[in-house]
């Protein structure tokens, strides 16, 4: 796995978890309130598949790897949530086939693993498989999976304060239902369900939201803009605090003659419907993008981690909203007649967060309150980006030209100096235009300070003058740029892939097809 702190623009370097000569596969993890990383996966070590269990509580190191399936048997496709409002509650459901056909179980804790309670969940002759599990704000764990009870693929669930685990059906209309993704919402109990139907005559994403089990089954809806016929899989849901969900899936409707080039889409739930579907940008490659895994941060805005091609090999990357910090740096009330300062006095700039704006009299020809905030998640390369503020109110332009000063700190000493660039969101590329006067400025021998003028406010960034993934370098338009999907719309659209140089933990609540494929082999 691989881990990245929080305020860090990339992953630390790789850790090994386990070292067994056998497979482990099908990781899930979650972060508990208390700060506790839960880590689980299926593990081959004995001959047959079980689950297995490993707790990090010092955001350093895991614990010694606890068995939590006692059955010599196979206990496969984990998923794992915590209950947030009870320090320490953790459930893990599975796949188990000890009762010759693939049965739902889970087993809690309240102590790490130390001990734990099993519990069947299902008993149906037929089989249950792909479990997923969330607990909602009111302290009830909920588990849904795909069921063949009723001769076809259906939606059921049960609840941990109902029965316990009384089956319940959510979706069992006469399409095909299978692979569903829960998300709880952390207050109350409104719970969000995406699921793959095949209604249309072909594989797309449907979804519905729902209070608590439902008295009665339900339809949802699809959640898909496109219209080709083609295939959408692999659904991964996380809730954005209370106000709604977002959702990310595999997408084939830019699959050619080859059957390659599978893509990441994002939508956001809001009302019980979705937004537009968002291309997740893959720098134009024609290679797939597949097995999504998605979160969201302490802003409550959304990232994904994927499984990516487009280096010939499978590596994982990663993608992050570009948002602006809702704390700003600092606030001004500017007013016209008069010079201001907002931000840090230029002549006493000693800290890489020390910006400074220095806007003359006469510059603006009412007055207006001016930000300077981060932009958090940049849609620019994190390590060709040395800096990214917003100015605002963005979009005001000037009389007179204002003086920028940013700082920032620079590891390399071979002369190499950022550039300014401010990002038009109308072409999706970065652009030097309009920017006069630029000047790299040594303020001690680990910090450096970019100044520059403009007479327009917009988000800036300080890059590498080195690096390939900027714009051009003259003072006209910019080419090239970032790989996103410009929309024009809100910042959550914004959303833009960078490599991760590490193993991440990509199969989060998400289901890959060839570990069946292994259960299949260690049947035979």
Known sequence: MAKRTAGAD?????????????????????????????????????????????????????????????????????????????????????????????????????????????????????????????????????????????????????????????????????????????????????????????????????????????????????????????DQTAPTIVCAGNSGAFACWQDSRHVGSLAGDTDLYFAELVQGSAAANILVGDDNSDADQSDPAIGVDDYGQPYMVWADGRNRTMEIYCAAATFIDPEPLDSELLVASAATTIGTDPEMIDEAQDVSIVVPAGACPVGARITISRIIHPPVDAIACLGSYDFGPSGIDFDLPVTVTIPYRYGGNNGRRAKPYWYDSLTGTLSQQGITDVENIVISSDLNALRFKTTHFTPFYLVASDSDSTASDDDGDGVGGCSLSATGGSPKELVIPYAVIALVMIFLRRRDRRRRESLEGTKE
């Open 10 to 230: 990339t992953f630390a370097g790789r850790v090994q978890l386990t070292s067994d000569a056998r497979d482990q596969c099908y990781p899930d993890m979650v972060a508990g309130a208390d700060g506790r990383v839960y880590l689980v996966w299926q593990d081959n070590r004995r001959g047959n598949w079980d689950i297995f269990v490993s707790v990090c509580s010092d955001g350093q190191n895991f614990s010694r790897e606890v068995r939590v399936t006692d059955s010599d048997d196979n206990e496969t496709a984990p998923a794992i949530a915590v209950d947030s409002q009870a320090t320490g509650r953790v459930y893990v459901a599975w796949e188990d086939d000890r009762n010759g056909n693939q049965d739902i179980y889970v087993a809690s804790s309240t102590n790490a693993f130390s001990t734990s309670t099993t519990s069947q969940v299902t008993t149906n002759a037929e089989d249950q498989t792909e479990p997923d599990v969330s607990v909602d704000g009111q302290n009830t764990a909920y588990i849904v999976w795909t069921d063949m009870r009723n001769g076809q693929a259906d939606i059921y669930g049960a609840a941990s304060n109902a029965g316990p685990w009384t089956n319940v059906p959510i979706v069992t209309t006469a399409s095909i239902q299978a692979d569903p993704a829960l998300a709880a919402e952390p207050a109350g109990s409104i719970l969000h369900l995406l699921w793959v139907d095949n209604a249309p005559g072909n594989k797309d994403i449907y979804y519905v939201s729902f209070t608590g089990l439902p008295g009665s089954p339900l339809a949802g809806q699809s959640i898909i803009d496109d219209t080709s016929s083609a």
